[in-house]
């Protein structure tokens, strides 16, 4: 009989575990996300998500500053303002061969920024609140992190983006002599 | 009195647009923490508990410090998960993230990992993001199909190699924060 009883004792603490867990992240993590959530896209409607589309026509132009800027502002006006999953509907405003790039670019940003806009992102916040938490159990600035993140962020996604055109860049070149190839087999097989 | 009353109802008018705003964000601000993030709240919350009641905990601890104690390790790790074969997989939703930065930061809290290494964990275990939906993505873009045919292998292949750049770039970033 007391076997049984502590096997039910340590089933149910299982789950009180778990509810701990629960309590701790709801309200560590749930009333500064509701807030914030409401501030930002009060802002967002406010403001008007139609005035990033010149950022996004600008962007698509050849050179080095709309290049700079495709790869780094342009991902955070689209995630910041669209959210995940629409920030990549902005691609629509590129040449074809630089849309694989930009959506690699925008999609990579879809978490550094969410220490300090948990709105882009909510149904995946513990790729950042997971990590986070470690940090504020030890009693340590969390501000510091949220900012690194985001700020290396947008160095990777600058980097990622370079290097997604050029990969594109190749891989589009190869199918094109691929394809013209493939056409004068084909009318010589004609021919003869 | 005729200019008072204008002025009256313009300031009437801007109000009302701006708490209609304000309450409508409000709305979809909570909308989204019911339908998205508390339930991924239950659900780590259930795997937390079980993991650091059973001592499961311990045992993925010891699993995990070679790998997510030290650079190095974090690099391996960026490189695993980028594989252009592994990581359309482990892509939806985040979850295999989520559950792994959970872990991570369990283990930070309790200083088994030191807290150093939180910046360049969030992009060791990061590497695969979006690698699940490129097609969509692109298509939200616009884009055709020859581009969706060749912008898939392209952002996967540049994951293989910006995936461990992101760490080392972190790891270089987070000098002088949380020193030990």
């Known amino acids: 009989m007391e076997f049984l009883a502590n096997l039910a004792q340590g089933f149910i603490g299982l789950f009180q575990k778990g509810g701990e867990v629960f309590v701790s992240l709801v309200s560590g993590i749930v009333p500064l996300l509701i807030v914030l959530m409401t501030a930002?896209?009060?802002?967002?409607?406010?403001?008007?998500?139609?005035?990033?589309?010149?950022?996004?026509?600008?962007?698509?132009?050849?050179?080095?500053?709309?290049?700079?800027v495709r790869y780094t502002v342009l991902p955070f006006l689209?995630?910041?303002?669209?959210?995940?999953?629409?920030?990549?509907?902005?691609?629509?405003?590129?040449?074809?061969?630089?849309?694989?790039a930009f959506y690699d670019s925008a999609v990579s940003f879809v978490h550094p920024p969410l220490g300090l806009f948990p709105h882009v992102n909510p149904g995946e916040i513990f790729v950042w609140a997971g990590i986070a938490k470690g940090i504020t159990d030890l009693k340590l600035n969390i501000g510091d992190l949220a900012i690194r993140y985001?700020?290396?962020?947008?160095?990777?996604?600058?980097?990622?983006?370079?290097?997604?055109?050029?990969?594109?860049?190749i891989m589009m070149g190869r199918k094109a002599s691929d394809t013209a190839a493939a056409e004068a087999a084909a009318g010589e097989a004609a021919a003869a | 009195m005729g200019a008072l009353t204008k002025l009256l109802e313009k300031i009437g008018r801007s109000v009302?647009?701006?708490?209609?705003?304000?309450?409508?964000?409000?709305?979809?601000?909570?909308?989204?923490?019911?339908?998205?993030?508390?339930?991924?709240?239950?659900?780590?919350?259930?795997?937390?508990?079980?993991?650091?009641?059973?001592?499961?905990g311990d045992l993925l601890a010891n699993a995990l410090k070679p790998l997510a104690g030290n650079p190095v390790g974090l690099i391996v790790m960026s490189l695993i998960i980028g594989l252009p074969v592994l990581s359309p997989l482990l892509g939806p939703g985040a979850v295999i993230a989520q559950?792994?930065?959970?872990?991570?930061?369990?283990?930070?809290?309790?200083?088994?990992?030191?807290?150093?290494?939180?910046?360049?964990?969030?992009?060791?275990?990061?590497?695969?993001?979006?690698?699940?939906?490129?097609?969509?993505?692109?298509?939200?873009?616009?884009?055709?199909?020859?581009?969706?045919?060749?912008?898939?292998p392209a952002v996967l292949f540049s994951r293989l190699v910006t995936g461990p750049v992101s760490v080392i770039i972190a790891w270089v970033a987070s000098i002088g924060m949380y020193p030990q």
């Open chain 2, 16 to 56: 009302g647009k701006v708490v209609g705003v304000l309450y409508q964000s409000g709305r979809d601000s909570i909308d989204q923490v019911i339908k998205n993030v508390l339930p991924f709240m239950a659900f780590i919350s259930l795997v937390i508990g079980i993991i650091l009641k059973t001592g499961i």
């Open chain 2, 99 to 152: 559950i792994i930065g959970t872990l991570l930061g369990v283990q930070i809290g309790t200083k088994a990992i030191p807290a150093s290494i939180a910046l360049p964990a969030l992009f060791a275990i990061n590497p695969q993001v979006g690698c699940d939906f490129i097609p969509v993505g692109l298509a939200l873009g616009e884009a055709e199909p020859e581009t969706v045919e060749i912008g898939v």
């Open chain 1, 40 to 68: 930002v896209n009060a802002l967002i409607a406010l403001i008007g998500v139609e005035r990033i589309e010149g950022v996004g026509k600008y962007a698509g132009k050849p050179g080095i500053l709309p290049t700079i």
């Open chain 1, 150 to 169: 985001f700020l290396v962020g947008l160095v990777v996604i600058f980097i990622r983006g370079l290097l997604t055109e050029y990969i594109t860049k």
């Open chain 1, 78 to 100: 689209s995630v910041f303002f669209l959210t995940n999953p629409m920030a990549y509907t902005m691609g629509r405003f590129l040449p074809e061969r630089l849309k694989p």
